[in-house]
Structures are given as C-alpha cells and as structure tokens.
C-alpha cells in the first residue's frame, strides 16, 4: 500500500471516530440540558408550592384575627300572633371592633330577617329583609336578631351568616346556628288563701 493511501484511510478512520465521539458528547450535552431543564422546573414547582403555603399560613392568620361569634340565647316571640319570630342573642366572643355586621338567615320555617319599621300606606309593621346590617360590634358585645318564621314554625333550627368588616375595610365570614323554640311556661304557683 502506499503511504498516502494509508494516511487517508487513518484520517477517514480518525475523522469517523471523532465524529462519534462528537454525536455521543452532543447525546451527553442533551440529555444534561433535559436534566437541567427538569430540575428547574422541579424548582419552579417548589417555589409555587412554597408561595401557596405561604399564602395559606397568612390566609389561616388572617381569619383567626377575625372576630369569633356565638348564641347567648333564643326563644320563638310569639308576641305577633301573625308572625311568629326567632330571637337570637348574637355576642361577639373576640376579635376586632366592627363597624358593620350583615345578618341573613337560613333554615326550615324561616322568611327572612325583620327589618326597619314600616309605616307605609297606613299599614304599620316591621319589613321583612333578606338580610339586615345590626352596625358596629366588638368584643363582648350583644345584639338582639329577629328571624320571622312562617306562620306554622315554633320551633326551629336557625343558621345566622354574618359578613362583618372592621373599620379598616377587612372583611370576614362567619356562621353560627342555634335552635329556637317557645319558652316554657311559667310555673304554676298555688293560690293565696285569705286569713280570717
């Protein structure tokens, strides 16, 4: 063989295996990117997930600030023969001083919230609402909420929703239920007798 011959085929054999070498380190350098690329969305996945605890954690911290509601007391007012009322005691347990609270109310037998007093056409009664605003509230405070109720309810079991906001306009949800009922008789005492 001559010698240019062989010098050819050494470069072509050199060439071929530089070639290779070249693909399986361009295989290498993809399989890194893809690598690279999957461990930054892996990273991006963990920043969101981070964000929405965060979110969640001050979210959580945002409505245990919030005012706490419960039920002192109730009974059914029957004291309008033709609208039978809930009276629920509202308490504002803890949280912030509120300048408004929304009442609406939920249940079986229930009409609506008794609103203002109405006057109009020359017929005297408390409007029915959807639902009311019993204003400003803050901790330890009461208000008295009346539920009208159909005109066969007297007992029942009330859900009051509450949308209260603080002076500084941050708004929250609150529930509380209770069940009204007519309050029992009074006891029956025995009768005096006269001494004589």
Not at 3 to 30: D, P
Not at 44 to 55: D, M
Not at 78 to 99: C, F, H, I, T
Request: with cysteine; net charge negative.
């Amino acid at each position: 063989m001559d010698g240019e011959l062989v010098t050819a085929i050494a470069a072509t054999a050199v060439s071929v295996v530089a070639t290779g070498y070249a693909a399986m380190q361009a295989q290498i350098a993809k399989g890194a990117a893809r690598s690279a690329e999957a461990q930054v969305h892996a990273a991006e996945a963990q920043v969101a997930l981070l964000l929405r605890q965060i979110e969640g954690e001050e979210a959580d911290r945002f409505e245990n600030r919030g005012p706490q509601f419960s039920i002192e007391s109730t009974h059914t007012d029957e004291s309008d023969a033709n609208v039978p009322r809930g009276k629920l005691v509202v308490k504002q347990d803890s949280g912030p001083p509120l300048s408004s609270v929304i009442v609406s109310a939920t249940g079986t037998g229930v009409e609506g919230m008794r609103g203002a007093y109405n006057r109009d056409n020359g017929y005297s009664d408390y409007r029915q609402e959807q639902s009311i605003d019993i204003g400003s509230m803050a901790a330890g405070g009461t208000h008295d909420v009346y539920v009208d109720l159909d005109y066969q309810t007297r007992r029942t079991r009330i859900q009051l929703s509450l949308v209260c906001r603080d002076q500084s306009g941050n708004t929250w949800q609150r529930g509380v239920a209770a069940r009204v009922e007519p309050l029992p008789d009074p006891p029956r005492g025995r009768g005096r007798t006269a001494l004589g």
